[in-house]
């Protein structure tokens, strides 16, 4: 009867059956700055320094062109979604479910009911292995019938799979050529699609085999490539954000209630004086607060995303030997000669358990040849050089800035043992040596407070929003809450609070009317 | 569909066995003369009178049992309709031909609409009624409603028979045994007995068992419920003490007045029978901490206040605000009980003091120095069975062709019992025709609410309407009631006349129409600034502007 549109919030009746994929709006773009092009000349930096050179590291964010995109189950005011994409709907799926890229076993998996056949037309003559026992196969392509690679497949007859439905697992060897190679077999086999992002999780969800924290939660499980992301995935299990949402969500009703008291009650009863101005004092509070929080909350982001951090400074700096001695590995060459990098080197690594992308830079100088102008030029854009660094040290405060600053002094072996030290007009600042690496855990641990600063240390300070869903329903409350201004229509005015506490319940759940009515009647003495 | 008025002599208000003129006389065991119906409904109350004319309009041969006939009608609490919620619902009500709306313009004494500065969607329309015109008026329109007959007499049993395999439910319903021992067949039952069951008056220390004052409670029939399975609670509520109008210093009071111009209730009507200047005034006055003190030195004579059983928040007794919510003024309005009445209903002052104090409270208020008690308030408590052992179309799950309606199903109001009775009775008559049932769902209307809320959730104290329940608030306003359930009415339920139908359609191509007029018209951006000045829109667009384009931007997050 009431199929289709889900009404309301009450956890009793929630109903699942709207659950849709969701996108961030838009592109997620770098939300620094960076101007393409820098024409301003380069600062004279040998002042800021006594002893040179100087390798500057800046962190910065990098935000992911495209975020995971999960189920977000707990919508409970939806409509269905298109038959294509709603669970059980019969498509059979296929995705590579082990990393991009080179590597050497490679897992593709399916799911539905067209599984088993799959596993048959590509292992052909043979039949289906026993359930869930590793078998090696030759898989080949059904069209050409053109061998692709000796395989192990596992074969997960419903419901005892991780969807629920029928599964098989293929593990191939990790080269492009053989994972496309069967990724387009399977697609040639009717009935099979490829997966939407997130659709496993889903199909797992919709079959019960998880629930929604689950679902949240290893989502962020399966892409903690380091310790402090599984930190943080783990604690999200527990629930810290939502007992910050709920927090916001029982002032926000309160704030409802004290409003809906008013239409439900004002006129012949007698409420107090002030109702609506006070419920105006709390709804402008918590603007601040969901504001205020959403600005830190970008934190939660950069953590799963990875923090950018950039080694920038004059030429021959030993900056690339900086990169390599954090990296582990030779990324770039270095020589005694300056403008040896020209361009901007990246490379992933885990700093002091955080997931990093270092950048090596060209040394910022003028007068070069146009290949390392070029370079320079791309490193100011990389870090945003004018805007970000100099006014850092200058200000010798990073609090207002998103990019941070780490000032180290290379090549200390250097320096003789009883001369001057640098200067007290100096700003804070590292020694390091990458010949001798003395100064290396200093500057690691200033790295890994940086991080954490910039990232969110998930073992202390307030949870972060690692979901784009949250930030997504934080957002639409804040929106809601700017559409709330006691107008000539009370009832409008109402509504926007409805839409900002339905923004904030679908991450807490509950919501329900009653919530509203208890609070009505505890606070006035209303009806007669 | 009929005509309301000249069938009267089709109709019996009571009758003996020998004077069925309209049932079909079953030639089974039972015997030659037993009176076979489509729908029986017990009792005449406001869910009672709905459902029993609801269903005869949708063409069942319907049996109105009640106690007496001349209680049918009857106002038992407070003399007035409607309000924020309820008048939405007696809008809904309306839009499905019910009666209570027509009722009410016929016999209200004071019309005032409230929250008219809160937005159109919860305006509350409201009056103060005479009683006896209501009571009146109601039982005209029942005694001439074709295909209805009404019988007095007590129910006593329920006839069970074996369930038809096709539905759930471990019997189903085939008639009634009335007190006197004889019977009454009928394809469904709808049980609207309100505080009857197991009902008990409470005044100070003082309990009998009763429905209302001076009426006899079903206990045979709350028996056999209770032997059928169905769970069973208890609530409480209560009812002012009734003054004397001339005993009261109205001078010295706030004087409402009625709206001037006044507006109607139901969407038939153009005006309502009085004239503004003829209406009646409500006063305010307030309590003060004498009321208090003698509340608090007389709690140990106030047994109903004491039971743990759980009464209305909304619609507390002086003692509960007294003892949540001490030293305050507590708001008392002193509205007419009719045109030609004597009597003063004291709406606030719901109370269970023994009689004699509480005349001596009262005249500690303002204005009432003087009041003679004409009868005491007094506390009820009553059985209701849990609604969620119903359907959305008020069958019961356990007894097929079973029917809840009104208080019985844990609600308060007159306006909620109303709006049960309707769909009850829709529902009872669509149930004997083997038609889908009709059901308002929760975007619809706030019977859908009402409902919804009911048979899901259940409820622990008695269930008023209030506009905070409803999620499609904004869209679910009292104005637009016809043009969201009448059609539905006509089509689905036939329980609407042509005539409204006709009326309805006629507003609904009418408001297409201005909306397709307003959707064309353009004006320049600053035109329309003028025009609408709250409207945030840019001057600097230099291409006109259309209507919908204003409108999107300036309710935006709608």
């Known amino acids: 009867m009431r199929k289709g549109i889900r009404i309301r919030g009450n956890g009793k009746r929630q109903c699942w059956g709207g659950a849709r994929i969701w996108r961030v709006p838009g592109k997620a773009k770098p939300p620094i700055c960076a101007s393409p092009s820098c024409s301003t000349p380069l600062p004279n930096l040998r002042h800021l320094a006594i002893i040179e050179p100087l390798v500057y590291l800046t962190l910065r964010l990098r935000l992911p062109d495209a975020l995971i995109r999960l189920p977000s189950g707990s919508r409970l005011c939806t409509r269905r979604s298109s038959s294509a994409l709603a669970p059980g709907s019969g498509a059979t799926i296929f995705a590579l479910s082990s990393g991009q890229g080179r590597c050497g076993v490679a897992v593709i998996r399916t799911s539905g009911p067209a599984s088993g056949q799959a596993l048959r037309i590509l292992t052909a003559p043979r039949d289906l292995p026993p359930a869930r026992h590793a078998s090696l196969r030759l898989l080949s392509d059904p069209r050409s019938g053109e061998p692709l690679d000796r395989a192990l497949v596992l074969w997960f007859p419903g419901p005892k799979s991780f969807t629920g439905e029928d599964c098989v697992e293929f593990h191939v060897h990790g080269g492009p050529a053989v994972v496309s190679g069967v990724l387009q077999a399977l697609g040639s086999v009717p009935g099979l699609r490829p997966a939407e992002a997130g659709e496993f999780t889903r199909r797992a969800f919709a079959h019960g085999k998880l629930n929604l924290t689950e679902v949240e939660g290893l989502a962020d499980l399966i892409h903690a490539e380091t310790e402090a992301q599984r930190r943080q995935a783990l604690r999200q299990l527990d629930g810290e954000l939502g007992h910050l949402c709920r927090g916001w969500a029982e002032t926000l009703t309160k704030a409802l209630a004290h409003v809906e008291a008013y239409i439900d009650f004002g006129e012949d009863d007698n409420l107090e004086e002030g109702v609506l101005e006070q419920a105006d004092i709390e709804v402008r509070a918590l603007q601040v607060a969901l504001g205020a929080h959403l600005r830190d909350a970008r934190r939660g982001q950069r953590l799963r995303s990875g923090a950018h951090v950039v080694v920038t400074g004059p030429p021959n700096a030993g900056k690339s030997s900086l990169v390599n001695l954090l990296s582990r590995k030779p990324v770039s060459i270095v020589s005694p000669e300056p403008g040896t990098t020209r361009d901007v080197l990246e490379t992933p690594v885990d700093l002091a358990g955080f997931p990093v992308l270092l950048s090596d830079t060209a040394g910022l100088r003028e007068g070069v040849g146009p290949v390392e102008q070029e370079g320079v030029r791309r490193a100011r854009e990389s870090c945003n050089f004018l805007a970000t660094v100099v006014a850092s040290v200058g200000a010798q405060s990073h609090s207002d800035s998103s990019q941070r600053l780490l000032l180290v002094l290379n090549k200390s072996d250097l320096l003789s043992t009883e001369g001057p030290g640098p200067g007290p007009d100096m700003p804070p600042h590292l020694l390091l040596s990458c010949v001798t690496g003395e100064g290396l855990d200093g500057l690691l641990e200033a790295l890994r407070e940086e991080l954490a600063a910039v990232c969110g240390d998930p073992s202390t300070g307030p949870p972060l929003l690692t979901r784009a869903r949250h930030q997504h329903h934080l957002q639409g409350c804040l929106d809601a809450l700017g559409h709330y201004k006691q107008s000539k229509d009370l009832a409008l005015a109402a509504e926007a609070l409805r839409v900002a506490r339905g923004h904030l319940t679908r991450l807490t759940g509950g919501g329900g009317t009653e919530e509203i009515l208890d609070i009505i009647f505890r606070d006035f003495c209303v009806g007669k | ?558």
């Open chain 2, 1 to 558: 569909m009929f005509s309301f008025r000249g069938c009267g002599g089709r109709v019996a208000a009571s009758f003996t066995k020998r004077q069925f003129p309209l049932p079909r006389l079953s030639s089974d065991s039972a015997g030659p003369r037993t009176p076979h119906f489509d729908v029986i409904v017990i009792g005449g109350g406001h869910a009672g009178t709905e459902a029993a004319t609801a269903a005869a309009r949708c063409g069942s041969r319907t049996l109105l049992l009640t106690h007496r006939v001349d209680t049918i009608g009857q106002m038992s609490c407070n003399p007035s309709f409607g309000g924020i919620g309820k008048g939405h619902l007696m809008r809904e009500v309306d839009a499905l031909d019910g009666l209570c709306s027509r009722i009410c313009d016929q016999s209200g004494v004071h019309y005032k609409v409230l929250n008219r500065c809160k937005g159109p969607a919860v305006w509350g329309l409201r009056a103060q009624i005479d009683r006896k015109l209501y009571k009146q008026n109601m039982q005209k329109e029942i005694l001439s409603t074709p295909l209805l007959t009404v019988q007095e007499g007590a129910v006593e049993d329920l006839i069970l028979t074996e369930p038809e395999p096709e539905h759930t439910g471990k019997c189903r319903v085939s008639g009634v045994v009335l007190v006197d021992g004889s019977t009454v067949y009928s394809e469904s039952v709808i049980l609207t007995t309100g505080t009857f069951l197991r009902g008990m008056i409470i005044i100070g220390l003082e309990m009998h068992p009763a429905g209302r004052l001076g009426d006899q409670p079903s206990i045979g029939l709350a028996q056999t419920l209770e032997k059928l399975g169905f769970v069973v609670g208890r609530l409480k509520t209560g009812t002012p003490p009734r003054i004397a109008k001339e005993s009261i210093n109205f001078s010295i009071l706030n004087k409402q007045t009625p709206d001037n111009p006044s507006l109607p209730f139901s969407f038939m009507n153009e005006t309502v029978w009085i004239k503004p200047e003829d209406q009646l005034p409500c006063y305010l006055t307030h309590t003060n901490p004498r009321v208090d003190e003698i509340v608090l030195k007389n709690l140990h004579l106030n047994s109903h206040v004491k039971e743990t059983i759980r009464g209305p928040r909304y619609c507390p007794s002086i003692e509960s605000k007294v003892l949540r919510f001490p030293n305050r003024q507590h708001q008392v309005w002193l509205e007419p009980e009719g045109m030609d009445s004597d009597l003063i209903y004291p709406q606030g002052l719901s109370m269970t003091l023994p009689a004699e104090l509480q005349e001596k409270m009262i005249t500690c208020i303002r204005g009432l120095e003087k009041a003679k008690v004409i009868q005491p308030g007094y506390g009820v408590q009553y059985d209701y069975l849990d609604p969620r052992q119903i359907t959305p179309s008020l069958e019961t799950h356990l007894v097929q062709r079973l029917f809840f309606a009104g208080q019985i199903n844990g609600t308060t109001g007159y306006e909620e019992a109303a709006a049960q009775g309707v769909i009850a009775g829709i529902n009872a008559s669509l149930r004997v025709n083997r038609k889908p049932p009709f059901v308002i769902s929760r975007t619809e209307g706030y019977i859908g609410v009402l409902i919804d809320d009911l048979t899901t959730l259940g409820t622990s104290e008695p269930y008023r309407m209030f506009t905070s329940r409803v999620e499609f608030r904004l869209s679910l306003r009292p104005d637009n009631a016809d043009s969201r359930l009448t059609l539905r009415g006509y089509k689905e339920a036939g329980c609407v006349s042509q005539q409204r139908y006709e009326r309805a359609c006629w507003m609904k191509s009418s408001l297409e129409e201005g909306i397709s007029v307003l959707k064309s018209i353009e004006f320049s951006s600053s035109k329309w600034k003028n025009l609408i000045p709250e409207a945030s829109i840019s001057t600097s667009r230099s291409l006109p502007v259309r209507y919908t384009f204003l409108i999107q931007t300036f309710s935006h997050f709608l």
